[in-house]
């Protein structure tokens, strides 16, 4: 049944899915070290009602934070509670996403900074690898 | 709007048909810029076996689960984001003149 | 879309209440719930726990198993035995399983007072003859609460 | 001749770090009640996690993915979710029940109390999980968990009668002395659940990775896996056979750790005693050290936290956060005085029914050329991986009611 339907129109430059490829991968800083998952994506210029703009939508961002919790339970959670990794950041897209700019800058990693800050890193030996 | 709005809407054509349900969105990657623009919506029966792709792939093994996951997920197809009418809260709306083209990725 | 009778939830909650409903129907005809049955089980752990405090006691006798072994598997029985006696002596029963209950606890009694003397003999280092003596006792001890467990489930 | 050592060093490790507290009381209490009739399913858990560990490793080795990072992006969030739900209390089930082990251990050998231990034993485990190194942890409890080894030695000095053994090895009627149908099958899930156990994938992928393997060393991980396994699995056996030959016979069902060590001192004596003891040690120390690694291991790969040993703890703050929280949390169920034996009994058959989601995604991911390049899954591996699905899916759905028919095995 599906065998028998029309291929679409070729497109320039890669083609993905982003429930299949982009969502629930792991994000990659700079310098390799994992930031955190895609929970969802921000689509730019994609809103409701009726389909008028010439440009397709474009994704805008990698989203992360507590949304998980409303893709697990449904209902919606607050923008302002949302992490943005803004779309141009990333530098490359294969089975993880790199980003261009170091974790340590991105507000998204910021309880991982504070716990290293104020409790990991007080316990003796808690800022150099094992020997 | 967040990707996750627009999955699992349901998708109904011109008449108020129901279709299915959207259960991935297509994007074009430009090569150089990785700008990433939507190309079209996956429409199928039932969003939450999908993302395992088996409809959308070539990958053939093992040959007894892709068989499963294709058959039960057969009846996927692709509409393009022109044949989009509107998207509503509610659901997603088609032309009366879309087309269905074959899910699989090229 | 094809409609139901009933909200998705009310059908999670049907297909709960079947499975749980097999699960306990299922449960209820097993023997491992019928009071004999649990009154046969205890019997033949305190049997279990009874022929295991002989063979601690041979081997402590023999040099064989060091003291904080022997001692850790003495007290490891007197804490199972201490199990079975509560959950017998609180076993809500009567007529005959109630005298089979008696018997059992009867026995069991027998053993943890065998055991305490075991352990007496382990602390002071006693002689061959004596420790062994005990322990056939505690075996002896042993075959009767399974006798007696074997009988229960016989009569179902 | 580097080579050969390290070589031998990897198979070594893995021999002695096979052997949990499950594996001890689960194989023991079987041997006692069932005799050699159910070696069997160790037989088939044991291929099962050669193929499924050496294809967890495959994969994090080539595609850098480790396998709760590939349940995620497989299952999605909500699936995957479900499955790290049940994985993680499964294996802070398993991680309470190994420090109860390590402390039961150490009473056999001192006869001071657990609760003096249990504490002890938590903050030996992350001591060692917060300044030692992973490969220095992973070889020196396999080498000392190859103590063990005395179980195989006692088979022999207690002069079986081969025959009648070997008579108990072909499945048989299930019914022994009083033991039903059903408590047969339920013990013979728990024993391919001890075998199976899913935080072995957690660790040994996630391993592959603080190790930094590339695919060069997947041949020395294939031999590590393919010999030294079995031959874990032969410890298995032999500590049912010492329970089938000495406890059996005196109808002692293994209800506690003592038990499982009488017949090694009615073989060997005291010093027999004294090496198995510190294969108790080692074995549920490494096993210790492994459950906390995983409930680190699996968080952080499904939240796409940093994690992993090689990073200085303050770059993996998250992850070695659950860790602390995990083994608090373990220490304290074990001090309102829980037995550890119950809790080895319920997590391994509770890991039974977690399995198939584990093994599933990986050998998806096997399959994926996006992620294994040309290294994609022969049609053999594949065939071997579906049929353990299928025994797996099998014994996950038949878990419950076993155990509910069986009232748990009593």
Same mark, same amino acid.
């Given at each position: ?25 792991? $994000? ?9 998952? $895609? ?50 950041? $990333? ?16 507000? $998204? ?23 | ?13 011109? !008449?108020?048909?129901?279709? !299915? ?8 990657? @430009? ?8 190309? !079209?919506?996956?429409? !199928?029966?039932? @969003?939450?076996? @999908? ?14 689960? @892709? ?40 | ?25 299922? #449960? ?40 904080? #072994? ?64 005990? #322990? ?17 489930? #016989?009569?179902? | ?40 399913? *160790? ?58 082990? *390590? ?8 006869? *001071? ?15 060692? *999980? ?41 499945? /048989? ?45 997947? =041949? ?30 005196? /109808?002692? /069902?293994?209800?506690?750790?003592? /038990? ?8 060997? =004596? ?15 120390? =490494? ?18 936290? %940093? ?5 200085? %703890? ?97």
């Amino acid at each position: 049944m599906t065998a028998s339907l029309p291929d679409p129109p070729p497109v320039r430059g890669r083609v993905l899915d982003a429930r299949l490829h982009l969502l629930d991968r792991q $994000v990659l800083d700079l310098e390799g070290q994992p930031v955190t998952t $895609v929970d969802d994506l921000e689509l730019a210029d994609l809103q409701h009602g009726e389909r008028r703009e010439a440009e397709p939508p474009t994704i805008s961002a990698l989203i992360s934070g507590p949304i998980l919790t409303t893709r697990l339970f449904g209902g919606r959670t607050p923008r302002t509670r949302l992490h943005r990794i803004a779309w141009d950041q $990333v530098t490359e897209i294969d089975i993880v996403l790199t980003l261009g700019v170091p974790g340590d800058a991105l507000e $998204v990693t910021w309880f991982e900074r504070w716990l290293a800050e104020h409790v990991i890193g007080r316990i003796p030996g808690g800022r150099h690898a094992p020997d | 709007m967040l990707l996750t709005e627009l999955l699992e809407l349901p998708v109904l054509d011109a !008449g108020g048909t129901r279709l !299915g349900l959207v259960v991935d969105a297509r994007f074009a990657v @430009a090569p150089d810029s990785l700008e990433a623009s939507l190309l !079209g919506l996956l429409v !199928g029966r039932r @969003a939450h076996a @999908a993302f395992l792709g088996y409809e959308r792939k070539s990958e053939n093994a093992p040959a007894l689960i @892709a068989r499963y996951l294709r058959w039960h997920e057969r009846g996927t197809f692709l509409v393009l984001l022109q044949d989009v009418r509107s998207i509503e809260p509610d659901g997603v709306r088609l032309d009366s003149t879309y087309r269905r083209y074959s899910p699989f990725l090229p | 879309m094809s409609v139901h009778p009933f909200p998705a939830w009310a059908r999670r909650v049907i297909a709960t209440a079947v499975v749980a409903g097999v699960c306990l129907g299922t #449960a209820g005809c097993s023997p491992a719930y019928s009071p004999s049955g649990r009154l046969a089980q205890s019997a033949s752990d305190a049997s279990a726990q009874t022929q295991t405090a002989a063979l601690t006691l041979r081997l402590a006798a023999s040099q064989q198993l060091p003291s904080p #072994a022997t001692d850790t598997a003495l007290s490891d029985v007197t804490d199972k035995l201490g199990q079975d006696d509560s959950s017998l002596t609180s076993a809500d029963v009567s007529g005959r399983l109630d005298a089979a209950r008696r018997r059992i606890l009867d026995r069991l009694r027998v053993g943890e007072d065998l055991l305490v003397h075991a352990r007496v003999l382990v602390g002071a280092n006693a002689g061959a003859a004596e420790t062994e003596a005990v #322990a056939r006792r505690l075996q002896a001890t042993a075959k009767q609460l399974s006798t007696l467990g074997q009988q229960l489930q #016989a009569s179902g | 001749m580097k080579g050969v050592l390290g070589l031998a060093l990897g198979v070594l490790t893995a021999i002695g770090g096979f052997v949990d507290i499950g594996d001890l009381v689960t194989s023991s209490v079987v041997g006692s009640r069932f005799g050699l009739t159910l070696v069997w399913v *160790i037989v088939v858990g044991v291929v099962g996690i050669c193929v499924f560990a050496q294809m967890s490793g495959r994969v994090a080795a080539i595609s850098g993915r480790a396998t709760f990072e590939i349940i995620r992006e497989r299952l999605g969030a909500r699936v995957g979710f479900a499955n790290l739900a049940a994985s993680f209390l499964i294996n802070l089930m398993t991680l309470t029940a190994e420090v109860g082990g *390590i402390a039961l251990s150490l009473q056999l050998a001192t006869s *001071i109390q657990p609760t003096f231990w249990i504490p002890v034993a938590a903050v030996a485990v992350w001591l060692v *999980i917060w300044r030692v190194k992973f490969s220095l942890l992973e070889n020196v409890t396999g080498l000392l968990g190859l103590a063990l080894v005395v179980f195989a030695v006692a088979v022999f000095l207690l002069h079986p009668d081969w025959k009648a053994l070997g008579g108990q090895l072909l499945l /048989q009627s299930p019914s022994q002395g009083s033991e039903t149908p059903a408590t047969y099958w339920y013990f013979a899930v728990a024993l391919f659940g001890s075998a199976m156990t899913p935080y072995e994938v957690f660790f040994f992928s996630s391993g592959a990775i603080e190790e930094h393997w590339t695919p060069k060393d997947l =041949g020395q991980s294939r031999i590590n896996v393919l010999i030294g396994f079995p031959l874990g699995g032969v410890l298995s056996i032999a500590i049912s056979v010492t329970a089938a030959v000495v406890l059996l016979p005196q /109808q002692i /069902q293994v209800t506690s750790l003592s /038990q499982v060590l009488l017949p090694v001192a009615q073989a060997g =004596g005291t010093i027999a005693v004294i090496v198995a003891l510190l294969g108790f040690v080692a074995a549920t120390f =490494g096993a210790a050290l492994e459950t906390t690694l995983s409930s680190g291991y699996s968080l952080a790969q499904y939240f796409g936290w %940093p994690w992993g040993k090689f990073r200085p %703890p303050a770059k993996a703050a998250r992850f070695h956060l659950t860790m602390i929280i995990g083994l608090v949390i373990g220490a304290g169920v074990l001090l309102t005085g829980v037995d550890p034996v119950q809790i080895t009994e319920y997590s391994v058959v509770f890991s039974a029914i977690a399995l198939p989601l584990t093994y599933l995604p990986i050998l998806i991911i096997a399959n994926d050329h996006d992620y294994m390049g040309d290294q994609v899954n022969g049609r053999a591996t594949n065939l071997v991986g579906l049929v353990f699905l299928g025994i797996i899916t099998i014994a996950s759905i038949a878990a419950i009611p076993l155990m509910i028919v069986s009232a748990a095995g009593s």
